[in-house]
């Protein structure tokens, strides 16, 4: 089901879930396909309130709508996957290159790879992964941020960048373990490039500040 432009969310027959995990909250939530009815999740003592919909409007009577916030596991098919269902219209492609990117930052390197990975991605800006011996982090302090991309998977680190007093928070970060489709920029360092400098074979990339996604 598309409730969105840019993403698809899975609807499942209410018949496949697990009667005895549901909580019926006798109420209902107004939605933007009509009322639905709502359920909590209990499983191993532990209660989700408000985490399914369940519709009886229309197409989707019948159909229960699982929060896909919930620190669950969600498969497709046997790979696991991640935020939300893939676009099955976008594509994303992790080349090899040689040209020479660097990051700066107020005048300042924070890296220089001559053999990065380019990961192109529908609608968003490329992104210029870098081998780690190729970035100084003399600059970079780790974070504790934690993201998540459908076509990559869950970041590993993060980092924040610190020139003088200042602080840039989540500035760059590593998949160590990406899908299968991204494995060439496993172990890779990609900076957030609207919030930086990012010059290629020499040349500033000019990108828009407001450029979605950034990982």
């Not at 209660?47 to 229960?64: E, Q, W």
Request: some cysteine; hydrophobic content about 40%; overall charge negative.
């Amino acid at each position: 089901m598309w409730e969105h432009p840019h993403y698809p969310r899975y609807y499942v027959p209410l018949t496949d879930v697990d009667a005895a995990v549901l909580v019926d909250e006798h109420g209902t939530a107004d939605t933007q396909f009509g009322p639905a009815a709502r359920f909590g999740l209990r499983v191993d003592d532990r209660r989700h309130p408000d985490s399914v919909a369940v519709f009886t409007p229309g197409k989707l009577t019948g159909l229960a709508r699982i929060d896909p916030r919930l620190p669950a596991t969600w498969l497709e098919e046997d790979e696991q996957i991640f935020v939300h269902p893939r676009n099955p219209y976008a594509r994303v492609d992790a080349l090899r290159s040689t040209r020479t990117v660097r990051i700066e930052l107020a005048g300042v390197v924070l890296a220089e790879c001559h053999s990065p990975v380019m990961v192109f991605e529908t609608g968003l800006p490329t992104r210029h992964y870098l081998n780690r011996t190729d970035v100084d982090f003399t600059h970079l302090l780790p974070s504790d941020t934690v993201t998540s991309c459908p076509y990559k998977g869950t970041t590993s680190e993060y980092w924040s960048v610190k020139l003088g007093d200042k602080v840039f928070p989540d500035l760059a970060w590593v998949y160590n373990f990406p899908t299968r489709e991204m494995s060439p920029i496993a172990g890779m360092v990609a900076f957030y490039d609207e919030k930086v400098d990012v010059f290629v074979d020499g040349r500033q990339v000019a990108l828009p500040a407001n450029s979605p996604g950034a990982d």
